[in-house]
């Protein structure tokens, strides 16, 4: 299988020729569209929504992501591998709080002008999903192409999310690092680092939260924290939307302690 | 196949990730989209959008309709076999009247703990999409699971919709069950109960319409009647939203009646 | 392959049952979606971005495209032949700017009512995509259907685009032939067109825009042109919409000429 994630939106047919691009070197692929409407310049949302959904994909299976705001300057392409999956996407700190989760992550700085033996080049300056990283994957998939081939190991943009950390007091620290159509806030902070601490509370800007565990559970406008169907700390509003209502915004800090 | 329909949106991964998990157990089968914007509180409309689309799907179809404001909480989910097709979703309504429709609908309540030997069980509070539905209609399309395996019989939730009825003075009595992005409004009433009418006129509130053949004998900002491509009675506006227009709402009644 | 291309959005599942019409004569065929998001009384868009695309696609490709404003009244199907590949469409302007680009596309008009051996027929008068188009792209796609069997040759309506030319001074003509999401400007010149001149700069309106090689050379906020990825001439802002800020319309003229 091989994933798209990017901000491309479908109103255009950029995505319908990306796709083209891949089933000519690779037919009766899956192409699975996980999102096309990561904000434009928020890479690392693109990231983690991938580590989100990653559990849910096979071995083998190869995840293109291109939120690309620095198309046509001198940013890198980077290959990811880790844990039996393959991650493409621009150096932009998209795959950072993946390398930083796993420290089995290998990554190696994509060389173009090394892909001429898969008939792969730059044709144009500003859409590599479709010249590079598309096709990329297709070869890659179709095991024409080894990850060891893509160019010399590098060090991964780190980017702007961080993973979630224990302090010594057991406060667990995260941020705010996707919100959903629905207005969900979903953060950093994974269902493990939660279970370590009796009665948990959840703390956002001035507000407090008590885990529950399912929306159901709350009552119409009231908010409630939970762990989510990825296995991530959710903030949620029964009936509405949480982001708008606690005008929290993206990288908001989320901290997670016992109650008193 | 297998079609979806869901209140997921397209903005996040959420649709991607439930193809992902059908995929990973059937290969190679055809995964349609038929919406994924259906209002979150209106169960029944995506239940209609299921009826008048079925006609187009060949025998042995499966299809997947997640709208679900209770996840979570203890509502069942709920099989239907209607004229060899296989319909899941949850018991809210949503094929309520798909099941009034055909008498020979049968109706089975999921028995998600009985399901372990397909290797599903409820992993997550709050995605029964992707965890039980979604897996599940990957193995009744592979055959590798009978519809009379899945539960006891059951009564499904009418829901909010009733099939359209001829009263006793041939007048035909339905309810606005969808509204569609161009704001036509496409109601209960079918083909056949409107072609037994003499100089059929349809009323709306305190407005009349007359029947028209197609869109195209409308001028300009008129508002039609005609019967669309699925078969049943639709409102339009020439040029314009008729929801908009009539302000009209999901579940306003519609009559059918004779001109004078 | 098989591309769709409408103004049917995704949030009703129009697009799902036309999928499914052609899934049930031809199994396992990619259909891809360009987008379904062309402006419902602008069919000309719709086939300015077919002239974009189709170079991504292989020989055989069968393209379908449904912008129609007029279904149900009397204007005709037309299939073209261009450069190996197909192109099915109303005869409404759409397929226009690509046959006079051509000057080796040959037209015919489908005669729906000879397609009884292909059982394709009217069956409603308002979803022609669904009962007619997409079922005869699955038969050419399938090869059970000639080209030549369609209908006789035909003269397209060639709509409101016409080709950009080059007038006696060295100065290119063209038109805006698409709007995209993030506002960018796509003209009918092409890259050839420009090439040919030296030092050139677009003219839209008063303004006049510079030639740079890639987004990524503009200062924030500064508008720019370039030749985009798909090799035509387009106005661009740097982190914003061009046609909100320079409150350009489709169809808006369009000069390269010499700097002086």
Redesign the interface.
Known sequence: ?I?L?TDF?????????M???M??RL??I?I??????VAPFRPEEAGF?LQ??RA???DGSVHVAVVDP????ERALLAVRSQRQLFLAPDNGLLGLLCQTDPCAETRRIEVAALTPWRIAT?????HG??ILGPLAAELAAARCQFEQLGPPAQPDPGRLEPARRLADGTVKGVVA?I??YGNLLTTVDAGLVAALPRPQVHLGQRQFDLV?????ATAGAYVA?I??FGVLEIARSGGSAAAGLAAEWGANVTVASKR
């Not at 699975?32 to 409407?37: A, N």
């Not at 620095?70 to 300057?73: A, C, E, N, Q």
């Not at 565990?213 to 559970?217: A, I, N, Q």
């Open positions: 299988m994933t994630t939106g479908t109103r255009d047919p950029y995505v319908g020729v796709k083209a691009a089933l000519q037919d009766r899956d699975i569209d996980l999102t096309h409407e929504w989100c959904c849910h994909f096979p620095g198309v046509g300057t044709r144009s300056a500003t859409f479709r010249d996707a959903d159509r565990r399912t929306y159901g559970e939970l989510n169907s």
